[in-house]
C-alpha cells in the first residue's frame, strides 16, 4: 500500500503562482513514476505532468507547458508541481498518483491516488 496526501492548493488571483505538494508513505519500492491529474467541475480528470521517481524524466499536457514544472525529492519521498502564470481555466480538483509503468503516465493505469487538493483561480 501507498499513500499519498496533497497539499498547497488554494484560491489565488489570474497570473499567480502556486506549488503543490504530494507527500508519499508506504511501499514505494514500487513506484516507477508520478504523475498529476486534474478535475473541473462537470468535466474527465485530466493528464497534467508526470516525472520518473528515479531518473527524472519528466511529460507535461501542452496546456500547462512553459508554465507549470514538476519535481521531486527522493529523499523526502515527495513530488511537487510549480505552477506559475496561472489562468482561471487550471482551477480544478488536482490529485497525485502513483503508477509502474512510464507507459501509463498519460492514460492510466494508476496504483495509487491521492485525495486531492483544490486550487481556484480568480479571473
Known amino acids: 500500500q501507498v499513500q499519498l496526501v496533497e497539499s498547497g492548493g488554494g484560491l489565488v488571483q489570474a497570473g499567480g503562482s502556486l506549488l503543490l505538494s504530494c507527500a508519499a508513505s508506504?511501499?514505494?519500492?514500487?513506484?516507477?513514476?508520478m504523475g498529476w491529474f486534474r478535475q473541473a467541475p462537470g468535466k474527465e480528470r485530466e493528464f497534467v505532468a508526470a516525472?520518473?521517481?528515479?531518473?527524472?524524466?519528466?511529460r507535461y499536457a501542452d496546456s500547462v507547458k512553459g508554465r507549470f514544472t514538476i519535481s521531486r525529492d527522493n529523499a523526502k519521498n515527495t513530488m511537487y508541481l510549480q505552477m506559475n502564470s496561472l489562468k482561471p481555466e487550471d482551477t480544478a480538483v488536482y490529485y497525485c498518483?502513483?503508477?509502474?509503468?512510464?507507459?501509463?503516465?498519460?492514460?492510466?493505469?494508476?496504483?495509487?491516488w491521492g485525495q486531492g487538493t483544490q486550487v481556484t483561480v480568480s479571473s
Open positions: 498518483g502513483t503508477t509502474s509503468s512510464w507507459g501509463a503516465v498519460v492514460t492510466g493505469p494508476y496504483d495509487y
Open positions: 508506504g511501499r514505494t519500492v514500487s513506484t516507477y513514476a
Open positions: 516525472i520518473t521517481w528515479r531518473g527524472g524524466g519528466t
